[in-house]
């Protein structure tokens, strides 16, 4: 069978107008400004409208997306969309985009891989058109975190935003572009150090769950760092060495943006200069799964991206789930 590699052809972001600061949240928790800044980078997120679902944002996303790469929607082959907060448990986010676009043709399914959803679905896209499967793949990471997280937890609530990204990602005849590996990563053992329990099998809903606050993020800050910082140069260096390359040879870091401490962290263990990686946590906060399509669309339609440039991207999230791809621009 001949192999055809994946390249991104299109990508786009969307984020809701309402813009949650800082100063704003020193009103409802007892936190200020300057904690959250010197801890995480984060100086603002955005906050999703009343009535407003992830479908919404993901739609919003994707026609961005679909017009950069002048594709139809109706042409798509299939929608993939990450995310860990969908509009309802059955169907999926990504049949509600596909009715909302219009892609009749597609198949569509949701993963979820929490901050890493929107790298496990590069990577799974990509594995559809290498193999000719689909010609035009449409991924998602699309989160609206506001809805699930504990605003009475100031561990936790300063840290997350509601957005969505997206990419159209097709094949390329030039060997020279398009992705080149990537390489996930799952670690069950450590799924109790980020989740959301109530809500699912385990704890239905019930009004104990809701007394207990299980349906909102529990998470443990600290451990999620350390396993972060830990295994995030290790994916980096894993995707240079499947290319037999070194760091030095990586022109762009896209990455999912949880702190900016844990991204400064990472560079530099791997010897990567700051300034090549992409940040924009302190306008969105921590938005999971849209956080890396939404740094790949800024940086390219700030014309960052160079033809042939090689893009490192790395995320990790709840799972723990983690992983790298190395990427021709
Ligand atoms: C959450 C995080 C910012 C906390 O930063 P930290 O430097 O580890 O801070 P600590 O947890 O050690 O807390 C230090 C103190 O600040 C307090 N604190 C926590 N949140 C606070 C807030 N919003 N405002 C003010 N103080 C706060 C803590 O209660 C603690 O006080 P104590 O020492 O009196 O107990 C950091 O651990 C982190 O970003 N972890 C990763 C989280 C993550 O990425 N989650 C999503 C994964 S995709």
Redesign the pocket.
């Given at each position: 069978m001949k192999l055809t590699q994946s390249q991104i052809l299109g990508t786009g972001s969307y984020a809701p107008s309402r813009i949650l600061t800082n100063f704003d949240?020193e009103k409802i928790?007892?936190?200020?400004d300057a904690?959250?800044v010197e801890?995480?980078g984060i100086r603002e997120r955005h906050i999703a409208a009343d009535g407003e679902a992830t479908s919404d944002m993901a739609v919003e996303a994707a026609k961005n997306a679909l017009a950069m790469a002048a594709t139809d929607a109706a042409d798509l082959d299939m929608i993939i969309v990450a995310t860990i907060s969908p509009d309802m448990p059955m169907p999926s986010c990504a049949v509600f985009v596909q009715a909302k676009l219009g892609a009749k043709r597609a198949f569509a399914f949701d993963i979820s891989a929490?901050?890493a959803g929107s790298l496990y679905g590069l990577s799974i896209a990509d594995k559809f058109i290498r193999t000719g499967q689909a010609q035009r793949v449409l991924v998602i990471g699309a989160e609206l975190l506001s809805r699930v997280v504990d605003w009475t937890d100031?561990?936790?609530?300063?840290?997350?935003g509601d957005a969505a990204g997206a990419l159209v990602i097709g094949p390329t005849s030039d060997p020279g572009r398009g992705l080149m590996s990537a390489h996930l990563h799952s670690d069950g053992m450590n799924a109790g150090i980020?989740s959301i329990p109530g809500g699912g099998s385990r704890y239905p809903q019930s009004e104990e769950v809701l007394a207990q606050k299980m349906h909102k993020v529990a998470?443990n800050?600290?451990e999620?760092?350390k396993f972060?910082v830990r295994v995030l140069p290790e994916a980096v260096l894993e995707a240079l060495a499947a290319q037999g390359l070194k760091p030095g040879a990586v022109d762009h870091v896209i990455t999912?943006q949880?702190?900016i401490?844990?991204v400064e962290s990472v560079v530099d263990r791997l010897g990567i200069p700051r300034e090549k990686c992409w940040l924009n946590i302190d306008r969105y906060g921590?938005t999971?799964s849209a956080s890396l399509p939404i740094s790949l669309d800024e940086a390219n339609r700030a014309g960052r991206l160079k033809r042939g440039d090689l893009i490192a991207m790395m995320a990790?999230?709840?799972g723990m789930a983690w992983g790298s791809a190395l990427m021709r621009w």
């Open positions: 949240l928790i007892d936190t200020t904690w959250i801890r995480t929490a901050c100031r561990n936790s609530c300063v840290l997350f980020l998470m800050g600290r999620i760092y972060a999912h949880a702190n401490r844990i921590n999971s990790i999230g709840a």
